[in-house]
């Protein structure tokens, strides 16, 4: 199916070290989004990289690409209290957004 | 950016009941997308709301549970009808705001007692 997977189901981190999640796919896709969800509520956008991109930044996120091993990979570096959060892929396919099994994020003082 | 206002924020309904979610936008759009949030997974699409047409639903949601109505392109409810405990979940609208990723409302916490 067009839903990703995402590696680790749970990271637990200290703050100012880096984290890193994992999401994998199956199906041909237009663009791959990341997103952000505090305390189950509305999401928030993070990045979107496109098919033909391999690697994007936006301030301290990083997320890589690869569409010949359907897997991307999103980076947060010098992470701090405030990542803690719920982060979901996003596989976008035609006209739909489908989300990955997502990593919940835990970032201690 | 789209900016969505998503009603109610909360709510404790009865089994048996129904209940009406809508979400106004702040700009015409194509498409509104419905999703649902079950305790501790992940977002499941329920169903896509096109302006002037029926909705198309996800395999596992129909239409009789998850009725929608898109009046016009700024607006779209949902209702969970005829519900039980199991519905108890977190409700989501979306629009499609690429080049920017899709935009969410805020969302309607559930629970059914």
């Known amino acids: 199916s067009q839903q990703g997977e995402e590696d680790p189901q749970a990271l637990s981190i200290q703050e100012g070290e880096n984290a890193t999640m994992n999401c994998s796919y199956k199906?041909?896709?237009?663009?791959l989004q990341w997103y952000r969800q505090n305390s189950g509520r509305g999401l928030v956008h993070l990045i979107l990289?496109?098919?033909?991109?391999r690697e994007k930044h936006s301030g301290r996120l990083r997320v890589t690409l690869d569409t010949s091993k359907k897997s991307s990979s999103l980076l947060i570096t010098a992470s701090r209290a405030a990542d803690t959060a719920s982060y979901f892929c996003a596989p976008a396919g035609f006209q739909k957004l489908v989300f990955g099994t997502g990593t919940r994020l835990l970032v201690s003082p | 950016s789209a900016v969505i206002s998503q009603k109610p924020s909360r709510d404790i309904c009865q089994r048996g009941t129904s209940l009406t979610i809508q979400c106004q936008v702040d700009?015409?759009?194509?498409?509104m997308f419905w999703y649902r949030q079950q305790p501790g997974q992940s977002l499941t699409l329920i169903a896509t709301a096109n302006q002037g047409s029926e909705a198309t639903y996800e395999s596992g949601f129909v239409i009789d549970k998850f009725p929608i109505s898109r009046p016009n392109l700024t607006f779209s409810t949902l209702t969970v009808s005829n519900m039980s405990p199991e519905d108890s979940s977190i409700y989501l609208c979306?629009?499609?705001?690429?080049?920017?990723?899709?935009?969410f409302g805020s969302g309607t916490r559930l629970t059914v007692v």
């Open positions: 990289i496109r098919s033909n991109e």
């Open positions: 199906t041909s896709i237009n663009n």
């Open positions: 979306s629009v499609d705001d690429t080049p920017s990723g899709y935009t």
């Open positions: 700009s015409q759009v194509t498409m």
